[in-house]
């Protein structure tokens, strides 16, 4: 089939999955962008209107400024062997990310990806995010630690709920005016938390928005959400997705 008309038969189904999709009401896609599929991504974020990813895997892990245009690296640096990389957040001009079970994060310099320091910490990393005032950090559990930026110390510990029931595999992170979202690890759903008490306020189902022709296996599941505050634009993508999707949270039914 000709590449054009592949592109638009791919445009077409996205077009139909969106609306028939479980919590459809919940979002809208408003732009796609191309991504590496090769990229096991683990944490995703912007910072000064650049776009940054952390990609896991023991001897793949890298820390990547993304071109979206063209889904290609503008900078790319790899990690040594030993280190899978997880959650990825800004703080300043720094990016600072996380490992999975080696219990060391990394500091780097935004602009150079210089590395400036590491910190320890004694759980496991999965998702990491700021508000502003102290990094978020999931391990795969109901637990949000807040940790201070500057010392990496746990100042205060969010437990995540929904009915009252814990919401366990929290993974990759975004604050987002006021709330965090979070995917939810081997799910198609992000979860949108109250950082005041931990409850689920709504959940968006993303089921179907990436063709399932282009799905490649168990583990390649929805992960990264980038918030750009400047232009409102939200991404979100998932580990060895090709494509990043551009979408519109509509704010609606509280979830089922
Ligand atoms: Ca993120």
């Not at 090769?38 to 993304?66: K, M, V």
């Not at 063209?70 to 790319?76: A, D, L, W």
């Not at 306020?201 to 599941?221: H, K, S, Y």
């Not at 990264?224 to 090709?242: C, D, E, M, R, Y």
Request: charged share 20%.
């Amino acid at each position: 089939m000709p590449l054009i008309r592949r592109a638009l038969l791919a445009l077409c189904c996205l077009m139909l999955a969106a609306p028939v999709a479980f919590g459809a009401d919940s979002y809208r896609v408003i732009r796609v962008y191309p991504h590496d599929p090769n990229a096991f991504i683990q944490g995703f974020c912007f910072s000064h209107g650049h776009l940054y990813e952390s990609d896991g895997l023991y001897g793949q892990s890298t820390l990547r400024e993304d071109d979206l245009q063209t889904g290609q690296p503008i900078k790319e640096i790899h990690l040594p062997d030993q280190y899978f990389a997880e959650g990825l957040a800004p703080w300043g001009n720094e990016l600072i990310q996380l490992t999975w079970k080696a219990h060391i994060g990394f500091v780097y310099n935004r602009k150079t990806f210089q590395l400036l320091r590491t910190f320890h910490y004694d759980y496991q990393g999965w998702g990491l995010t700021q508000d502003g005032h102290s990094l978020i950090e999931s391990d795969g559990s109901n637990k949000l630690r807040y940790l201070n930026p500057n010392t990496f110390k746990v100042e205060r510990i969010l437990y995540v709920t929904y009915h009252g029931k814990p919401v366990t595999n929290l993974n990759e992170l975004e604050y987002i005016n006021g709330k965090i979202y979070s995917n939810v690890w081997m799910t198609n759903r992000i979860a949108i938390i109250s950082p005041q008490t931990g409850n689920v306020l709504q959940w968006i189902d993303l089921t179907g928005i990436l063709p399932l022709p282009e799905e490649r296996g168990d583990n390649a599941v929805l992960n990264g959400i980038a918030w750009n505050p400047a232009t409102h634009q939200l991404l979100v993508t998932g580990k060895l997705w090709p494509k990043i999707f551009q979408i519109e949270v509509i704010p609606g039914k509280p979830g089922k």
